[in-house]
C-alpha cells in the first residue's frame, strides 16, 4: 500500500469535489488553483471545506490568505503547518 502525498490528496479533492471531470493527471504540483485551473469563489470554499475535511483541520479567516492558496505546492505547505505536530 502506498501512501499518497499531500499534493496527491489535494489533486484528488480537487478533482473528485471541486472541478469534476478534471483528471489528476491533468493537474502538477506547480499548477496555480486560480490562474490555471480557474476556481472561483464557490469552488474555493468547496476546496476550503474539503480540505478540512480531508485532513482534519479547521481554517480560520486569518488562515484564508490567497499567498496559500496559489499552487497546489502551496497549499500543501500550508497544510502540513495546520496539522497537530
Known sequence: ???LTFQER???LICND????????EINDDTKLIEDLH?????????????????DI???DEDLDLEYF???????DFVRTKLPQ
Open 10 to 12: 489535494i489533486k484528488t
Open 58 to 60: 479547521v481554517l480560520d
Open 70 to 76: 496559489t499552487t497546489i505546492n502551496s497549499l500543501a
Open 1 to 3: 500500500m502506498t501512501t
Open 39 to 55: 476556481l472561483d469563489s464557490i469552488q474555493m470554499i468547496g476546496l476550503i471545506t474539503g480540505l478540512e475535511g480531508e485532513f
Open 18 to 25: 471541486v472541478l469534476v471531470g478534471v483528471s489528476v493527471d
